[in-house]
């Protein structure tokens, strides 16, 4: 038999290959990979029968990696190793064979290896990466369909700011309004100047927490303290911890009808 | 901007049971009737002090009718200039609240005189005789409405400034809590001690004196984060020695992918600083920047003293931003460390963000020293 290890902390890899030459002498180490990449590289270059996998390594995580196995159809039988728990449920919804906690038990590893040397002896009624993309849909779950992500919400606001460029964090905006050529970013301790034109930004911002209230304004909506009408009729709306109130024109006026 | 509860005080509010009652108009017409009895008693007595030979009951019942006279005729004037101007305050607002006070003062005399006499209202406002008599009046009682809604208002706006005050004190003690019981769980975060002692284990067969020194280090760092996240305040020798012990561990852990520089004005190392601030930056540095990245990357702390103040910055080369979901055991949110900033320092303090020329990212403190 032979089988590929990946893990992203060397120690932990030599430590994982010491184990398993005792729980399983004559397995063979076919390849080490410290990176999800390389990993997946080295499991078209070598196909092994098992496949030892950490979860978080750069490049490409060990979810995403046996994902992308069992989507190929040419899934060895994965055997996580990760220090966090909280992943043995998504493991399994990857057609994980096991799960192993770090630093992996002999005793819990030996148990590991019978079970692997039952399952690899049993004559293969299918292929296993049939078997396990069935089994995925069994359980309602796509098998690992590289399915495009929604654009995701903007998270970070770039501001040039003499030679420096800052981010900004999104939930640190208070509001952002637009002048002739530039956008405004005011946030606690001041302003920042961008390009970004406001309909771009109305579109990449999550409309449950940014409140467009005016042609050139947007407004977080955990900032707005509350509205209030002026004398002349105007819908103002006030900010927390801020002097200033921005007007609400008569299109966006509904958003507070139900306040 | 003074809140809107400064301006629309009623006088009587001065007196404190009168405050516990909900505003009401009845309650105004109470209040404004008591007040009037307490100014018409007033005026009898200061008749007789000035020598009036009046008898006492015909003074009273004179003094209380023009009072009440008086005061009621303020009451609807002053609301009804309310109803006119809502929400109006300013220097014009007074002087149209104090002359129209003396004109009710004036009209309200002429009243009860032409009550008492038996004489006509309008013929006594209109006899130049009568005005001139009853002008130092007016005056007096318009100018003590003024002194009364003033002193008021300044009192309201004092308590709206106390309590205010203890908001804001209430509110930083609470982030300090909070802040305290972050880091703390930050810096215990139960996957870099089970990752770090997975390495001591893999060590202790192989390079059983590395192990010890990593377990050491281990320990170092244990101690420092501890004491430091119940300290008040630290050094920034102590923060970095902190961050060094943080770096060397995970230089174990990741092997050639880390490599770290320190670089710190020795003039600054004994500078005062809240605990706490530079390892959640050193964590997102390695987290967010490096360790995503293939080939790894260096992180390098710097401390220099500049004319705004200590300015500490983390370096890294790492992937910079990059839209990634949120992981388990994410770095200590810069929101949580920029709100501490701010209840401990306000505005003087600073925590910038800044994208690398070379991709990284850059987190820039900036204390008052």
């Known amino acids: ?259 | 901007m003074p809140t809107s509860s400064t301006t629309s005080m009623h006088p009587l509010e001065s007196f404190a049971p009168f405050r516990r009652w909900r505003p009401s108009p009845l309650r105004n017409l109470v209040y404004t009737f008591v007040w009037n009895g307490i100014i018409g008693v007033a005026l009898a007595c200061a008749a007789i002090l000035f020598g009036s030979r009046a008898p006492l009951v015909t003074l009273l019942v004179e003094m209380l009718l023009a009072s009440n006279v008086i005061g009621f005729l303020i009451h609807g004037m002053v609301h009804l200039l309310r109803r006119i101007a809502p929400g109006r305050s300013g220097t014009a607002m007074r002087a149209a609240r104090l002359l129209l006070t003396a004109c009710c003062a004036l009209l309200g005399m002429a009243v009860t005189d032409a009550v008492l006499g038996g004489r006509s209202t309008f013929d006594a406002l209109l006899h130049a005789g009568l005005m001139a008599q009853y002008l130092p009046g007016a005056i007096v009682v318009a100018l003590l409405m003024a002194a009364v809604l003033a002193s008021g208002e300044r009192r309201v706006a004092s308590e709206v400034e106390a309590a205010r005050q203890q908001e804001q004190i209430a509110e930083a003690a609470r982030l300090l809590a909070e802040a305290k019981l972050r880091t703390l769980q930050a810096q215990i975060e139960p996957h870099f001690l089970y990752n770090t002692l997975a390495n001591v284990v893999s060590l202790i067969g192989p390079d059983p004196a590395r192990a010890r020194d990593m377990l050491e280090r281990l320990i170092d760092f244990l101690r420092a984060s501890l004491s430091a996240s119940r300290a008040e305040h630290a050094t920034l020798g102590a923060e970095i020695d902190l961050a060094r012990a943080y770096l060397d561990l995970l230089t174990v852990r990741m092997g050639a992918r880390l490599r770290f520089r320190i670089d710190v004005d020795a003039a600054c190392r004994d500078a005062v600083i809240p605990p706490m601030l530079i390892q959640p930056l050193v964590e997102n540095a390695v987290m967010h920047g490096i360790e995503p990245k293939v080939i790894g990357g260096t992180v390098t702390v710097r401390a220099r003293r500049t004319d705004v103040g200590l300015c500490v910055e983390i370096l890294d080369d790492g992937v910079g931003l990059v839209p990634a979901p949120p992981r388990p055991g994410g770095g200590v949110g810069l929101s949580n460390l920029r709100e501490r900033l701010r209840s401990l320092h306000g505005n003087s303090a600073q925590v910038q963000l800044l994208e690398n020329q070379d991709g990284g990212v850059t987190s820039r403190l900036i204390l008052p020293i």
């Open chain 1, 1 to 259: 038999m032979r089988a590929l290890l990946a893990d992203d902390e060397p120690h932990l890899l030599a430590y994982l290959e010491e184990q398993l030459a005792i729980a399983w002498p004559d397995l063979r180490i076919v390849g080490r990979a410290g990176n999800g990449i390389e990993a997946l590289r080295l499991v078209d270059e070598l196909a092994p029968d098992i496949l030892f996998l950490d979860i978080r390594m750069p490049g490409l995580n060990g979810l995403d990696l046996a994902a992308r196995l069992v989507d190929d159809k040419r899934a060895p039988r994965v055997v996580f190793t990760t220090a966090h728990e909280a992943y043995a449920l998504q493991a399994f919804e990857h057609a994980a064979f096991d799960y192993l906690l770090k630093p992996v038990r002999l005793e819990r590893l030996q148990r590991t290896v019978a079970r692997l040397k039952e399952a690899l002896a049993a004559p293969r009624a299918a292929p296993s990466a049939d078997m396990l993309a069935g089994l995925l849909r069994q359980l309602g779950m796509a098998p690992a369909a590289p399915v495009p992500a929604p654009a995701a919400p903007l998270q970070w606001i770039r501001a040039a700011q003499g030679q420096e460029t800052r981010l900004i964090a999104i939930d640190e905006v208070i509001y952002f309004q637009s002048n002739d050529k530039y956008t405004s970013v005011f946030v606690a301790d001041g302003e920042h100047l961008i390009r970004t034109p406001m309909r771009q930004l109305r579109e990449q911002l999550d409309p449950q927490q940014f409140w467009q209230i005016h042609r050139s304004v947007i407004v977080a909506a955990r900032h707005v303290a509350g509205t209030r009408t002026d004398f002349r009729g105007r819908l103002l709306v006030k900010l927390k911890g801020r002097d200033e109130q921005l007007v609400v024109s008569r299109n966006y006026a509904d958003l507070f009808r139900q306040m």
